[in-house]
């Protein structure tokens, strides 16, 4: 009687499957059921996505710390599924805090990075840290991050879901997107 004996591409493509088929207790249980030496970084990746998908945030965040532990490096995919499941879980600390990791271990943030960022303080309704953000990267931060439309606009319905919608920051970021040249669109308006 023979067995398989699970590899890197067969393990990835189980955790894969679970990931989209919104499984992600078997997505854990499968991660946990390996040798550690077999296990890589994109199987970590897809049970923390699968994790954040079904708004497991802190099950996610377990997993990446994992990752860590057994000395796997993030790589940038990593560090952007880690903002997502802060995204989810309304984490918009833990989000901010992500990017200071990225910047810590020489990994660039991008536009994708800080709009996932704004966006766990929009669930929070975290708007003053939403427009600080943004604001950093307007004042040309090191980030080397040109903020655009997708930016402001997030930024935008971050100052909407606050408790007291504050409709005076939405507009000056109207302004602001049209002094940087950029056009306010459909989703500006929503």
Same mark, same amino acid.
């Given at each position: 009687?023979?067995?398989?004996?699970?590899?890197?591409?067969?393990?990835?493509?189980?955790?894969?499957?679970?990931?989209?088929?919104?499984?992600?207790?078997?997505?854990?249980?499968?991660?946990?059921?390996?040798?550690?030496?077999?296990?890589?970084?994109?199987? $970590?990746? *897809?049970?923390?996505?699968?994790?954040?998908?079904?708004? +497991? =945030? %802190? @099950? &996610?965040?377990?997993? #990446? /710390?994992? !990752?860590?532990?057994?000395?796997?490096?993030?790589?940038?995919?990593? $560090?952007? *599924?880690?903002?997502?499941?802060?995204?989810?879980?309304? +984490? =918009? %600390? @833990? &989000?901010?805090?992500? #990017? /200071?990791? !990225?910047?810590?271990?020489?990994?660039?943030?991008?536009?994708?990075? $800080?709009?996932?960022?704004?966006?766990?303080?929009?669930?929070?309704?975290? =708007? %003053?840290? &939403?427009?600080?953000? #943004?604001?950093?990267?307007?004042?040309?931060?090191?980030?080397?991050?040109?903020?655009?439309?997708?930016?402001?606009?997030?930024?935008?319905?971050?100052?909407?879901?606050?408790?007291?919608?504050?409709?005076?920051?939405?507009?000056?970021?109207?302004?602001?997107?049209?002094?940087?040249?950029?056009?306010?669109?459909?989703?500006?308006?929503?």
């Amino acid at each position: 009687q023979q067995s398989v004996v699970p590899n890197v591409i067969s393990l990835s493509a189980v955790i894969s499957a679970c990931e989209r088929s919104a499984q992600w207790e078997h997505a854990l249980g499968v991660l946990a059921s390996t040798k550690v030496a077999v296990a890589d970084a994109a199987c $970590y990746n *897809a049970v923390t996505s699968a994790c954040a998908r079904a708004a +497991q =945030w %802190q @099950r &996610a965040l377990e997993t #990446l /710390v994992a !990752m860590k532990e057994v000395g796997l490096t993030w790589s940038s995919v990593t $560090y952007k *599924a880690a903002l997502r499941v802060c995204e989810v879980g309304g +984490q =918009w %600390q @833990r &989000a901010f805090h992500v #990017l /200071v990791m !990225m910047a810590e271990a020489d990994v660039l943030p991008s536009v994708i990075s $800080y709009s996932i960022a704004i966006r766990s303080c929009q669930k929070d309704a975290r =708007w %003053q840290q &939403a427009l600080g953000l #943004l604001g950093l990267l307007s004042a040309g931060s090191r980030a080397n991050v040109e903020p655009d439309a997708v930016l402001f606009n997030v930024a935008i319905t971050a100052c909407d879901v606050a408790a007291n919608f504050v409709w005076q920051q939405a507009c000056g970021l109207v302004a602001a997107m049209r002094t940087r040249g950029l056009l306010p669109n459909v989703i500006t308006y929503n």
